[in-house]
């Protein structure tokens, strides 16, 4: 092999170069996400500092953020920098620690996740630098965009003795963006000025509330009656964003931030459901220095039983849910007609009284659940709409109000793999053969059974008890062995084509059950396949003389030439119990005949062994509570003229 093909099988995966900008998409597409990813990288690193200069072509002035977090060692940059969905919540925590200097502060909750955030300074330049230091050690690289992989980096150089802790991003040049410097800082106010402690400025102005523009703030001022007057600011940032992480309620006290912003208050109450788009757009700031006194020491969150503290949330969570109302009428208007309009058929057959009441329903859920969206909407008010044409109404919901969490949650995963026609087909199955189980095993203990009435038509359902090859369909009736049947027992009667599904004997009954075999022009050619069953009366023991009987019908079949060399022939003869001597299975005619002895009680373990154990971890089911159990459900009508040999299906 040559140097070359050597060096072609050693190589590594290869990226095409359209590859970053399909993994980061928008982070290097478009300049008001890259900014926002940059100023959250800052963030993320604890800084309390950041400071940007906006690129501007004509002048000749390079992009540049520099925060004053917590920097990066030459190991943690190698680590974050270069790695592709780089798990932020596994390598450092769901925690933003402050750096030493700060200790004291509150943790932050980070903003990013996955470390597609750093690809931001690609949209300002290519190649662009990070000088990071940290530790006394500062580093600076140069990163650009790869050939053969999705960036390279580049050690630039590298130096001792630094004091302080930070990150600087630079471009290389000053390419310039379509975005100017005012609408930089309105983006960035409209999602960074929740926490006091944490400061932008871009081109040495600081960015503050009189940076977002008229029509996405308002500032209402809220009277709590006893304690005095609070200011709510109202963002909102008009485009919804990936995420809440910035978004939210967040509370100030004598400019300093209380807990950490969001839409689930310090008393759990919920203002907003987080997935929804209002909770990714919008921003409330209350200053509430009335609350001084009501503030925990530590600054996490109020004193829960202060009146001032549960006075003012009041006034201020009732503020917000009427601006919230106020701003989502169109969309509910829009929500309800959308859900109308996709359920029209369904509804159309309705009579008046409960297309009135789906049509209240619709508008009060809308209405009162701003948080529900209108695909949930419409999913429930499908149900509702299918519900009131179904024949049960609305039996479902109350079944389902009564079920606890873990069975809701067990439905659900149940739904995920079956549909409801096809887990129902199964479970009536495993019903009828439990139910069937459950009855064997009680008539089979009773001595005042009737053998043909009570146990026949049990144990034709019963046939796949002994073994799984009796589950076919193929074992069916075979008409021509009547006549056999009546010469087996002596009957003088002349054949006919019906005959009864078993014979009574002395001390029990008879039935047989056959397969036919086919010859090559696929027609029936004698019987392949037979089972002969014989039930004795509860209380018989089975012994040599009633194997002996079994093997004489064999042998009567034999000799009249309805049975060959070709047939498998299993005899079962059960009964209460077994003599001792006998409870080894019997072969004969060169082992085409086995003649196997039986109890009840094995027939009926054998049964529960073959529905798995399932009689056991089912017996709560209400219809196994049920100990009178119906026979309707159990058994077919049974015809005295019927054929002998029946289909165990």
């Not at 359209?18 to 996400?33: H, M």
């Not at 146990?455 to 796949?464: N, T, V």
């Not at 017996?619 to 159990?629: N, Q, T, Y």
Request: proline fraction near 5%; charged fraction near 30%; aromatic fraction near 8%.
């Amino acid at each position: 092999m040559s140097a070359v093909d050597l060096q072609s099988t050693n190589q590594g995966v290869l990226f095409d170069d359209r590859f970053l900008d399909k993994y980061a998409g928008s982070i290097i597409s478009d300049p008001a996400v890259a900014i926002v990813e940059l100023v959250a990288n800052a963030w993320d690193a604890y800084a309390t500092k950041v400071d940007i200069v906006w690129p501007k072509r004509s002048q000749n002035i390079p992009f540049s953020i520099i925060d004053n977090g917590k920097g990066m060692t030459p190991a943690q940059f190698d680590r974050r920098w270069k790695t592709l969905d780089y798990n932020r919540l596994a390598e450092e925590g769901n925690k933003s620690i402050p750096p030493a200097d700060l200790s004291g502060a509150p943790a932050r909750n980070p903003y990013g996740r996955n470390g597609k955030g750093r690809h931001a300074a690609f949209k300002f330049s290519d190649p662009y630098r990070v000088r990071t230091w940290r530790d006394g050690v500062e580093t600076v690289y140069e990163v650009r965009r790869g050939t053969t992989q999705p960036f390279d980096v580049k050690l630039i150089s590298t130096r001792d003795g630094v004091i302080g802790h930070g990150t600087e991003i630079t471009a290389t040049a000053s390419e310039g963006v379509s975005m100017d410097a005012d609408t930089a800082r309105e983006i960035i106010g409209t999602r960074f000025l929740a926490d006091p402690n944490f400061v932008v400025s871009l081109d040495g102005t600081l960015v503050t509330f009189d940076d977002i523009p008229t029509h996405s703030i308002q500032k209402v001022d809220v009277d709590v009656p006893g304690y005095g007057e609070v200011q709510i600011i109202m963002i909102d940032s008009q485009k919804a964003d990936r995420t809440t992480r910035h978004h939210g309620i967040a509370w100030r006290v004598n400019t300093r931030l209380v807990g950490t912003p969001g839409w689930i208050g310090f008393d759990h109450e919920r203002i907003l459901d987080g997935r929804s788009s209002e909770a990714k757009r919008f921003q409330f700031i209350i200053s509430a220095d009335i609350l001084e006194d009501a503030v925990q020491p530590d600054w996490t969150a109020f004193k829960a039983t202060d009146p001032a503290w549960q006075a003012t949330r009041d006034a201020v969570h009732s503020r917000i849910k009427e601006y919230l109302s106020t701003f989502s009428a169109d969309r509910r208007r829009e929500a309800k007609e959308t859900v109308k309009e996709t359920l029209v058929r369904t509804v159309r057959q309705l009579p008046p009284v409960g297309r009135e009441r789906w049509n209240q329903f619709v508008d009060e859920v809308i209405d009162n659940c701003p948080s529900i969206s209108t695909e949930e909407v419409s999913k429930v008010a499908g149900i509702l709409a299918n519900l009131e044409l179904s024949t049960s109404k609305f039996g479902l919901v109350e079944k389902l109000h009564q079920l606890e969490p873990g069975d809701l949650d067990a439905l659900y995963k149940l739904l995920d793999d079956w549909t409801l026609r096809l887990a129902k087909d199964a479970l009536d199955e495993i019903q009828t053969r439990l139910k069937l189980i459950e009855d064997l095993d009680n008539k089979l203990r009773d001595e005042t059974m009737d053998e043909v009435g009570d146990l026949q038509p049990l144990f034709e359902r019963s046939l796949w008890v002994f073994g799984p090859e009796f589950e076919s369909l193929e074992f069916t009736s075979n008409r021509g062995m009547t006549e056999v049947i009546r010469k087996i027992f002596g009957s003088t009667k002349k054949g006919s084509r019906q005959r009864p599904d078993f014979v009574m004997l002395p001390d029990g009954s008879v039935g047989l059950y056959s397969r036919d075999a086919h010859d090559l022009g696929h027609e029936v050619d004698g019987v392949s396949r037979l089972v002969v069953a014989e039930i004795k009366r509860p209380g018989v023991a089975i012994g040599s003389e009633q194997k002996d009987q079994a093997w004489r019908y064999v042998k009567e079949l034999r000799s009249k030439g309805l049975v060959t060399e070709a047939a498998k022939i299993t005899c079962y003869v059960l009964g209460s119990r077994i003599d001792a001597d006998e409870s080894a299975p019997r072969t004969e005619w060169d082992n085409r005949v086995t003649i196997i002895p039986m109890s009840y009680n094995t027939f009926v373990r054998r049964a529960e062994k073959r529905m798995l154990g399932l009689r056991d971890k089912l017996k709560a089911a209400p219809f196994l509570r049920e100990r009178d159990i119906e026979r309707t459900f159990l058994e077919t009508p049974q015809d005295p003229q019927a054929p002998l040999l029946i289909d165990p299906n």
